[in-house]
């Protein structure tokens, strides 16, 4: 069965850095689109960033544009979010999500990770 | 940005009753909408997509419909396993998506 399994999470300063990763299992992580989506406490959920099934294409919401830089690692079935220059609105589960459609991006999440926690706090 | 408008936002219902939520577009997104399903503490769950495909293994006294900008999403029969936060989430416009405000139902 597919299992998206988040780490990295924890306590940042504002300004600070964090790397996120999402390791994947029971799919062929190679050939779908992959999403991190985020929720701050008590908040609603936001679209973050979406990384091609090749990693040739990213896309990201215009709130983390130049801060926050997906990536992925198809030999090791890992997805991946670079956070640099962090502010206290960054505080927010990270979830990723595999996109539903094979060798597309249709924005479909079909599966989630269980999160991780990221807080900006000084 | 396509905004969505999700209502209401929160609602309390009985075991057995039917129930719906309610989610406007801001402009036409056909049938480009899927629903989720957050219990508390844990990841959303899809549940519908494209407006009306029941995913699998989803019972099915969830269901829904709508295309353009009116939508909706019921719940037959209420039960006590239905408690959560229900998200209505377009995927016309990109980017970005949006995601509705989400709608939190309670049992009373």
């Known amino acids: 069965q597919v299992q998206l399994v988040e780490s990295g999470g924890g306590v940042v300063q504002p300004w600070g850095s964090l790397r996120l990763s999402c390791a994947a299992s029971g799919f062929t992580f190679s050939d779908f689109g992959m999403h991190w989506v985020r929720q701050a406490p008590g908040k609603g959920l936001e679209w973050v960033a979406v990384?091609?099934?090749?990693?040739?294409?990213?896309i990201y919401a215009d709130s983390v544009k130049g801060r926050l830089t997906i990536s992925r690692d198809n030999s090791r079935n890992t997805l991946y979010l670079e956070m640099d220059s962090l502010r206290l609105e960054d505080t927010a589960v990270y979830y990723c999500?595999?996109?539903?459609?094979?060798?597309?991006?249709?924005?479909?999440?079909?599966?989630w990770g269980q999160g991780a926690l990221v807080t900006v706090s000084s | 940005d396509i905004q969505m408008t999700q209502s209401p936002a929160s609602l309390s219902a009985s075991v057995g009753d039917r129930v719906t939520i309610t989610c406007q577009a801001s402009?036409?997104?056909?049938?480009?909408l899927n629903w989720y399903q957050q219990k508390p503490g844990k990841a959303p769950k899809l549940l519908i997509s494209?407006?009306?495909t029941l995913e699998a293994g989803v019972p099915s006294r969830f269901s829904g419909g709508g295309s353009g900008t009116d939508f909706t999403f019921t719940i037959h029969y209420l039960q006590p396993e239905d408690i959560a936060t229900y998200f209505c989430q377009q995927y016309n416009a990109l980017p970005p998506i949006t995601f509705g405000q989400g709608t939190r139902l309670e049992i009373k």
């Open positions: 990384i091609s099934y090749d990693g040739n294409r990213k």
């Open positions: 999500a595999k996109d539903r459609v094979r060798r597309s991006s249709w924005f479909i999440f079909d599966h």
């Open positions: 494209g407006a009306s």
């Open positions: 402009q036409g997104i056909s049938n480009y």
